[in-house]
């Protein structure tokens, strides 16, 4: 058998790492995490030991820190370095941002799309920026309420804009799998900021965009 080390990437920005290797039941990621992992299944009344378990706390280790990845993560960071001096006055949206989230009271996925938009004041920013700003307050635990509030606060502090708006529309797994157990509902949740806020017509076209 070989001792050289096992090697793995870390993503960029982030903690979570993935190894390209095959696991083993020897593997550890990450030892506290994964023993709060065995404590649970047993808890639950299952074994840990038997085959199907052996490697599900680390895999369970790996993927919260994926979920929780955005906590490393820094709005502003990933803002200021694609910023665009442009003479553009008309507004902006990204539409149908695909994310995933873990409802803070029950650790349990809520997911849907996010709809962003800004008013442009003498600046512009690389449109996958705010996607990827969405990433950082979705991947962690959250309420959508504040994770849209986020999103619009973040990016009309650190884009200069006019106003921003954001709409989120999201599947909460906690009322649809226990509690009420409603699987077909939907929690809808918007932020307005600065022109948005201020302006009902500016709100209203924005409305306008992301239902069609």
């Given amino acids: 058998m070989s001792d050289k080390p096992k090697l793995s990437r870390v993503v960029a920005h982030s903690h979570y790492a993935t190894s390209f290797d095959p696991e083993t039941d020897e593997e550890v990621y990450d030892a506290s995490k994964e023993v709060l992992v065995r404590n649970m299944l047993s808890e639950?009344?299952?074994?840990?030991?038997?085959?199907?378990?052996?490697?599900?706390?680390?895999?369970?280790?790996?993927?919260?820190?994926?979920?929780?990845?955005?906590?490393?993560?820094?709005?502003?960071?990933?803002?200021?370095?694609?910023?665009?001096?442009?003479?553009?006055?008309?507004m902006v949206i990204v539409r149908d941002i695909e994310f995933y989230s873990m409802c803070e009271h029950h650790m349990l996925p809520f997911f849907g799309h996010a709809h962003v938009g800004y008013l442009p004041?003498?600046?512009?920013?690389?449109l996958s920026k705010i996607a990827r700003v969405v990433d950082v307050f979705a991947r962690r635990l959250q309420v959508q309420e504040?994770?849209?509030?986020?999103?619009?606060?973040?990016?009309?502090?650190?884009?200069?804009?006019?106003?921003?708006?954001?709409?989120?529309?999201?599947?909460?797994?906690?009322?649809?799998?226990?509690?009420?157990?409603?699987?077909?509902?939907?929690?809808?949740?918007?932020a307005m900021r600065g022109t948005f806020d201020e302006d009902l017509r500016t709100r209203s076209e924005f409305m306008s965009f992301i239902k069609t």
């Fill in 44 to 90: 639950i009344g299952e074994d840990p030991d038997r085959e199907g378990l052996r490697r599900t706390p680390l895999r369970v280790a790996k993927a919260m820190d994926f979920l929780t990845s955005g906590y490393a993560l820094s709005a502003e960071e990933i803002i200021k370095g694609a910023l665009f001096e442009e003479d553009v006055k008309d």
């Fill in 121 to 126: 004041n003498g600046k512009v920013v690389g």
């Fill in 146 to 190: 504040r994770l849209t509030a986020q999103v619009a606060d973040a990016l009309m502090a650190h884009l200069g804009a006019h106003g921003v708006a954001v709409v989120i529309a999201a599947s909460h797994t906690c009322m649809m799998m226990r509690g009420v157990q409603k699987q077909r509902s939907t929690t809808v949740s918007s």
